[in-house]
């Protein structure tokens, strides 16, 4: 039986670099994600684009943070990125070796 997490929603974003955003959580939480290593792919395109990437806002109905062209990421991966920018990375470098 697989165990559902509890979604902690973004209640206040802040740009503080080029691909640096400061986040405060509802429980909370409140820390600095990095996206600078980020290579940015498909709706995420864009935001390789500092001025574009600039452009968050806070979506309160989603709980999360939201881009112009729609593009946005899950809360709960949001409030655990240290946890998870690891494996992430070590996945996106994987997926580059596969699409080659």
């Known amino acids: 039986m697989e165990c559902m997490r509890e979604i ?42 500092p001025d574009y990437f600039r452009r968050v806002a806070l979506d309160p109905e989603l709980g999360t943070i939201v881009w112009p062209n729609g593009a946005d990421f899950d809360p709960a991966t949001l409030h655990d990125w240290p946890r998870y920018v690891q494996e992430l990375s070590k996945r996106a470098q994987q997926w580059e070796l596969h699409s080659v």
Request: zero cysteines.
């Open 8 to 49: 902690v929603h973004v209640k206040l974003v802040e740009v503080v670099g080029d691909h640096r955003l400061l986040l405060r959580f509802e429980d909370g939480r409140e820390g600095e994600v990095d996206f600078s290593e980020r290579e940015w792919r498909g709706v995420f395109e864009p935001l390789a684009d």
